[in-house]
T-cell receptor, first 112, second 120 residues
Framework: GDSVTQMEGPVTLSEEAFLTINCTYTATGYPSLFWYVQYPGEGLQLLLKATKADDKGSNKGFEATYRKETTSFHLEKGSVQVSDSAVYFCALSDRNDYKLSFGAGTTVTVRA | DAGVTQSPTHLIKTRGQQVTLRCSPK?????VSWYQQALGQGPQFIFQYYEEEERQRGNFPDRFSGHQFPNYSSELNVNALLLGDSALYLC???????????????????FGEGSRLTVL
């Protein structure tokens, strides 16, 4: 079945450091890919998405590119802030499917 | 504009009991999905409701059941609780999820903050 594997955490960084969280997927079709973020005390919210190969999703300084050849959707940010401290989830939804399949999540802590 | 609201936020039950969790979707949304998030893991899909019917179900036993009402709100029921049912239960709403013109799910799911269930 469809699945997502993402980099294990926790990840601790200093402010202005570069962040990358690896995500690879397995799917039978051509899925849409998502990054969701869960800030402390809040519900999951969509960070960015990409629906086809070579698409780049971006939001709040974060970027991820849909790489079909490597079945990957790595999340990157060039300069993190303390406010980026959260749990990040990679997810996919296969064509015509009604569910999201999530990775285990990566906890990111940014220190001032 | 109210987002997705869930109740109760926390509850404690004992093994064998039954629990009902409630969800009101974001205004304008007609589709409700339920997810179970165990500690340290990603959310796992339980089922989705659209037009008051279960449209898809994940790998959960029949002890997990649900309902969607005409106003689009939803309930999740779990019978014969087990210790392993302890988790955060998330409700997510969307507008006609899965009915994208390209056949791809490009839509966004809006999640509530969840109901934390502890089974003793």
């Amino acid at each position: 079945g469809d699945s997502v594997t993402q980099m294990e955490g926790p990840v601790t960084l200093s402010e202005e450091a570069f962040l990358t969280i690896n995500c690879t997927y397995t799917a039978t079709g051509y899925p849409s890919l998502f990054w969701y973020v869960q800030y402390p005390g809040e519900g999951l919210q969509l960070l960015l998405k990409a629906t086809k190969a070579d698409d780049k999703g971006s939001n709040k300084g974060f970027e991820a590119t849909y790489r079909k050849e490597t079945t990957s959707f790595h999340l990157e940010k060039g300069s993190v802030q303390v406010s980026d401290s959260a749990v990040y989830f990679c997810a996919l939804s296969d064509r015509n499917d009604y569910k999201l399949s999530f990775g285990a999540g990566t906890t990111v802590t940014v220190r001032a | 504009d109210a987002g997705v609201t869930q109740s109760p936020t926390h509850l404690i039950k004992t093994r064998g009991q039954q629990v009902t969790l409630r969800c009101s979707p974001k205004s304008g949304h007609d589709t409700v999905s339920w997810y179970q998030q165990a500690l340290g893991q990603g959310p796992q899909f339980i089922f989705q409701y659209y037009e008051e019917e279960e449209r898809q179900r994940g790998n959960f036993p029949d002890r997990f059941s649900g309902h969607q009402f005409p106003n689009y709100s939803s309930e999740l029921n779990v019978n014969a609780l087990l210790l392993g049912d302890s988790a955060l239960y998330l409700c997510a709403s969307s507008l006609r999820w899965g009915f994208q013109t390209s056949g791809r799910n490009t839509g966004e799911l809006f999640f509530g903050e969840g109901s934390r269930l502890t089974v003793l």
